[in-house]
């Protein structure tokens, strides 16, 4: 079974340029998500889809970060303007939210520095 | 919301001891609960998981134990090896709407020393 893909694995932005990660889940998964990641802290949620749906953005600040997944399947997350303490490992994750199976699969991760 | 507490955030142990990590949550409701394990510069990967029907649960060297009661539940590892040495992440979730949201806690760094 192929994984999770993210691109790119790296970015460096200056504050205030605008970033966009790409995200393909597992083929069959109808659940996406996408989680920040600190140095040294959590995951912590930013958007939850189901197919091509919004499940729950609470978390996603969105004054300057949108996500969308069109067409249920792969899904960008952007960023606009970026800031200094947007610096973090973005993963996406997908899961098959089945009886008896809830595990997430993660991706990579895309590691943003914003300078 | 839900709320995940994890300590300690380092461990240090000597190879072929035991490891113990301790999550607390605060949604009486939350009813699944998974591992995961970070290698550095890696992605987070599922290790084992308990839902919340069952106290226990093993494989191989690693069990997760459930206290419903107290909520909390905690990650054993027995005769580590150094490969073991990970950032080790616990999670709470609830379905809802048929739909998980996992919450993570901060993480513990364990080192296990040959």
């Known amino acids: 079974e192929a994984g999770v893909a993210q691109s790119p694995r790296y970015k460096i932005i200056e504050k205030r340029q605008s970033v966009a990660f790409w995200c393909n889940p597992i083929s069959g998964h109808a659940t996406l998500y996408w989680y920040q990641q600190i140095l040294g802290q959590g995951p912590k949620l930013l958007i939850q889809f189901q197919n091509n749906g919004v499940v729950d953005d609470s978390q996603l600040p969105k004054d300057r970060f949108s996500a969308e997944r069109l067409k249920g399947v792969d899904s960008t997350l952007k960023i606009q303007p970026a800031k200094l303490e947007d610096s973090a490992v973005y993963l996406c994750?997908?899961?098959?939210?089945?009886?008896?199976?809830?595990?997430?699969?993660f991706g990579s991760g895309t590691r943003l520095t914003v300078v | 919301g839900e709320n995940v507490e994890q300590h300690p955030s380092t461990l240090s142990v000597q190879e072929g001891d035991s490891a113990v990590i301790k999550c607390t949550y605060s949604?009486?409701?939350?009813?699944?609960f998974p591992w995961y394990k970070q290698e550095l510069g890696k992605r987070p990967q599922l290790i084992i998981d308990i839902r919340s029907n069952v106290g226990e649960k093993k494989d191989q060297r690693i069990a997760v134990t459930l206290n419903k009661t107290a909520k909390h539940f905690s990650l054993h590892i027995t005769e580590t090896q150094p490969e073991d040495s990970a950032v080790y992440f616990c999670a709470a979730s609830r379905r809802e709407g048929g739909y998980n949201k996992l919450i993570f806690g901060a993480g513990t760094r364990l080192a296990v020393h040959p």
């Open positions: 994750a997908s899961s098959l939210e089945v009886e008896g199976n809830y595990g997430y699969t």
């Open positions: 949604d009486s409701a939350s009813n699944y």
